[in-house]
């Protein structure tokens, strides 16, 4: 369901260098277009946004073509037949996005929990690092108030056990706001990747750990998603937390 190329993308995607920020979308577009906006209004040359929308009944398809026509140079779609799920979401971002030669990738929630102005830090760490780790469990990252206690109880308690069961020394191992150097996922086998959900997010950490490469966490505050549902759940974390031990077995 991803094309290896970016032919007949919206907005024909074309390939010059520059990062790209992946936005998978599932009914978000009362907040897609204030994400689109604030990444515009960010000083970062070249910067391009993928819209991987999962035929959303909402209408975000639309809103995301809307934006594609309004910002051509700077937007792109690609449309799936139906929700396929947010690690296949990523996944086939990546592999839009290297085809059409982004220099780095950054991957964020398009319902305003990942702050935007933080895109920037997290492109300047990659001059140094491989990774960079929108990171709420470093000194100075956290969440706003109203993320209710049991969600971050879970996300704490699952974090330490991912980081435990992997031997991981990154303290954010669920985070869905990275920023990868090109070179990083031209080299990991995004074949090989087989998790969903937050035990995506684990795999990944994992699968970097695996390659050496060199890993940096930003501090950033997390905020209750303004659009849609969380996933997360008790049974969503707890089949993340046996995942582990496939990841492990995996690679």
């Known amino acids: 369901m991803c094309p290896t190329d970016t032919s007949g993308l919206t907005a024909g995607a074309p390939t010059r260098g520059g990062p790209v920020v ?30 991987i929308d999962d035929n959303s009944p909402d209408g975000t398809g639309r809103v995301a073509e809307g934006l594609a026509g309004r910002y051509p140079d700077q937007v792109w779609v690609h449309h799936r037949p139906a929700k396929m799920g947010l690690a296949s979401a990523y996944l ?29 830090q997290l492109l300047d760490a990659l001059v140094r690092n491989d990774v960079a780790v929108g990171s709420r469990y470093v000194q100075g990252g ?5 993320w209710a206690w049991h969600r971050r109880l879970l996300s704490r308690s ?26 990083v996922l031209t080299s990991l086998d995004l074949d090989r990747v087989r998790s969903q959900g937050f035990s995506f997010q684990v795999e990944m950490a994992y699968a970097c750990h695996r390659q050496g490469f060199r890993v940096v966490e930003l501090p950033i505050l997390f905020a209750e998603r303004r659009a849609g549902h969380s996933k997360m759940s008790l049974s969503v974390v707890g089949e993340a937390l046996w995942r582990v031990w496939q990841i492990r077995a995996r690679y």
Request: overall charge neutral.
């Open 22 to 51: 992946v936005l998978p979308t599932y009914n978000e577009g009362a907040t897609l277009p204030v994400v689109v906006e604030a990444l515009r209004r960010l000083a970062v040359p070249g910067l391009r946004m993928l819209v």
């Open 142 to 146: 956290g969440a706003e108030p109203g």
């Open 158 to 183: 699952g974090n330490l056990y991912a980081r435990w069961a992997l031997g991981l020394p990154v303290s954010d191992v669920t985070s869905g706001f990275k920023a990868f150097r090109r070179e």
């Open 92 to 120: 086939c971002g990546f592999r839009l996005a290297l085809g059409a030669g982004a220099t780095a990738i950054v991957e964020m929630d398009s319902d305003l929990s990942h702050p935007p102005a933080m895109v920037p």
